[in-house]
């Protein structure tokens, strides 16, 4: 089954592609190494002038430190998860930044959302929970884009719980 065209031909309660959020662009990556090292090498060259020459390379070190950081930042933003909700079943796929995908299939009718509300920074974590396990989601979002997930999600269990409506025409 793939989750963007369902073969079991029924309607799609809920579907979700949550990702993390990077407020970085390519550009703007771009731009903060070229100042980092434009008063990297500044400083460096400072140092340089008044005979503290070794000084120069920790700063060339510092520029390849934050570059290192930045990419393994990028990397992980290549994980992502998939939640998709028809009346019959509840998949969830998580896909690694390496692209290792772990996939659950719950029943909905017996699936339920727990909750771990922080009383000053609202909601931390999201499961799901069926036959006594518990499968940690959403765990890319924010506090309220959390609540916002879950309370779609709430809504989407629901309605699979209360099964297909018939529509009466006269």
């Known amino acids: 089954m793939t989750l963007d065209n369902d073969d079991t031909g029924e309607p799609t309660l809920f579907s979700a592609i949550i990702t993390p959020y990077r407020s970085l662009s390519g550009t703007g990556f771009v731009i903060v190494m070229v100042l980092f090292g434009a008063v990297s090498f500044a400083a460096g060259v400072f140092f ?17 430190l934050l570059y290192w950081a930045f990419q393994l930042n990028y990397r992980d933003a290549a994980a992502y998860e998939e939640v998709h909700v028809v009346p019959s079943v509840l998949t969830v796929r998580q896909v690694s930044r390496r692209g290792h995908v772990r996939e659950w299939k719950l029943n909905p009718v017996w699936a339920r959302l727990d909750r771990e509300i922080h009383e000053e920074f609202g ?25 916002s997930f879950a309370n779609a999600l709430a809504a989407a269990l629901g309605a699979a719980r209360r099964g297909p409506t018939r529509a009466v025409v006269e």
Request: hydrophobic share 50%.
């Open 123 to 147: 909601l931390q974590h999201l499961f799901l929970v069926s036959h006594g396990k518990r499968l940690s989601i959403a765990s890319f979002l924010g506090p309220q884009e959390k609540e």
């Open 48 to 64: 340089l002038t008044l005979g503290a020459w070794p000084v120069m390379g920790f700063f060339g070190l510092d520029v390849l």
